[in-house]
């Protein structure tokens, strides 16, 4: 009897306790996967009042065309597989696994009472721009295909589905191509039934912009979009409006210049409508071009401010959100500097007046070349350290001419791995991906380390393999942060 309260008793906590949002994070699900549903949306479904999580399922040999998965979660931090939504189709003309099925969005039709999901359907060449339709009476789906057309006789390249709370009317929001006609995005109604598009609302003119959102306040309309530089982030920008129809303000970034919107790219984003508080979140993925199905998210709270007309994506390490109530607040973890650190082999510390104690360290390479962070303390439980670093491969990216190294010579690189080792245990060696970052620019990337109990733990960063060399990026400091 006494066993079977205490399980009851774990799993009532399991069930109250929110997971921390750890942006950058392995995200896995409650299987134990990596949480697979890139450039997708979030729908929170009433009826079974879940919000349920649609993306693009990439894996190892099959990053395009895998169809789209689908995941149900009570407090956007805890994700239970449902398997694929849309499930590619040998032989079909849309929904093979030849074909592009990027972007999907989901939203209920209350005329149909069915669930529609809209996507960026293409051929593998991006030559097609269609708007592709399914349906199913489950939120979990399978969803069955309709149709992909071309929404008022237009192209249709990044997707995104906006729903007006005032009145519920849906809106598609696409990118219309890379073509000098293009190069557009539209804002275009759906129809009461949700099943094709009426008319055009408005058309972001020329910007070349791509994977648009909309987040609506009580007062305004703010559209995020990203440039476009495919799979790798860039500044991400916002318009303001009073009114869908417009007029829009100009683009402005919406995160700290050149971190890259914290390295990820835009398409959706949320609004929770707590009991105490409204918050909006900024819902967007770090492409790994590397390995797609590596790919993680980056999911931020956006701070509004209506008087000045302004909308910031703010970086937190790790946030808990009640989902219930709106609030959320970011986690505090204890910093480790430079000045815990000893290095080893050709690993130093250099002048670096960006750097929290002005100096940063680097030179870390392979086994040899590392850097220690001493006096750490843990609680013997599984911890997020998150590690703060630059990592200069890209040579500028954006800043350079055409925004290639080829020209002098260099070799562009998406992102080191560092290897990371807790108190000298070299059995368990976790791999740190660290992005590429503008120079002088420091992000950081978390990691899910176990310490033991005690002030006494040692973490040893160096490098490993990243298919170029084995460099691990310089590092700024750590912050080890309260289990969850
Ligand atoms: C951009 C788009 C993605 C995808 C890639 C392909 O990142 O936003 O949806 O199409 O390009 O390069």
Redesign the pocket.
């Known amino acids: 009897m006494k066993g079977v309260g205490a399980l009851f008793a774990l799993l009532l906590t399991s069930v109250v306790q929110a997971k921390y949002i750890v942006p950058g994070g392995r995200w896995q699900d409650t299987e134990g996967n990596l949480v697979n549903a890139h ?1 997708g949306c979030i729908y929170f479904d009433k009826e079974s009042e879940k919000f349920w999580l649609y993306g693009e399922y990439k894996i190892e040999g099959q990053e395009e065309g895998g169809g789209v998965s689908v995941y149900s979660s009570d407090d956007l931090g805890t994700w239970e597989p449902h398997g694929l939504a849309l499930e590619p189709v040998e032989g079909h003309p849309y929904i093979s696994t030849e074909h ?1 099925i ?2 999907p969005k989901v939203v209920y039709s209350e005329e149909s009472g069915q669930y529609h999901m809209w996507w ?1 359907a293409d051929n593998s060449t ?1 030559g097609w721009l269609l708007q592709g339709f399914a349906t199913s009476d489950t939120p979990a789906g399978p969803y069955e295909f309709v149709d992909a057309v071309a929404p008022l006789g237009n192209w249709s ?2 997707f995104g589905l906006f729903t007006d709370r005032k009145d519920g009317r849906s809106y598609a929001l696409y990118s219309n191509g890379d073509s000098v006609e293009g190069r557009d995005v539209y804002l275009s109604s759906f129809n009461e039934n949700v099943t094709a598009l009426d008319e055009v609302v408005h058309r972001f003119d020329k910007f070349d912009l ?2 648009p959102t909309i987040i609506q306040t009580d007062q305004s309309y703010w559209a995020l979009m ?1 440039h ?4 790798r982030p860039n500044n991400v920008v916002g318009f303001r409006a009073d009114k869908l129809e417009g007029p829009w303000s100009q683009p402005f970034i919406v995160s700290p210049l050149n971190t890259r919107t914290f390295n990820s ?1 835009s ?1 959706f984003s949320i609004r929770i409508d707590g009991t105490k508080k409204t918050t909006y979140l900024y819902v967007g993925d770090q ?1 790994d071009s590397n390995s797609l199905w590596e790919s993680r998210y980056i999911w931020l709270p956006v701070d509004i401010n209506e008087r000045k007309k302004t909308l910031e994506v703010q970086w937190h390490d790790i946030y808990d959100l009640n989902v219930k109530t709106g609030e959320w607040r970011g986690i505090k973890g204890k910093t480790y500097t430079t000045k815990s650190a000893k290095t080893a082999g050709n690993a130093f510390k250099q002048e670096a007046n960006f750097a929290t104690t002005g100096e940063i360290i680097t030179g870390i390479y392979g086994n040899d070349s590392t850097v220690t962070f001493e006096g750490i303390e843990g609680t013997g439980k599984p911890q997020w350290v998150s590690f703060y670093y630059q990592n200069t491969d890209d040579m500028g990216f954006g800043d350079q001419p055409g925004g290639t190294p080829d020209r002098i010579g260099g070799a562009w690189q998406l992102r080191r791995i560092s290897s990371v080792v807790v108190n000298g245990d070299t059995e368990n060696v976790e791999t740190l991906f660290q992005r590429d970052t503008h120079k002088g620019i420091i992000l950081s990337t978390p990691l899910q380390l176990t310490l033991e109990k005690g002030t006494r733990n040692t973490i040893t960063v160096g490098g490993l393999d990243n298919g170029w060399d084995f460099k691990g990026a310089d590092l700024d400091r750590i912050v080890v942060y309260p289990p969850e």
């Open positions: 450039a592009i990027q972007r960026h991006y390249q990044d791509e994977a990203s476009k530089t495919g799979y790219q398409g492409w």
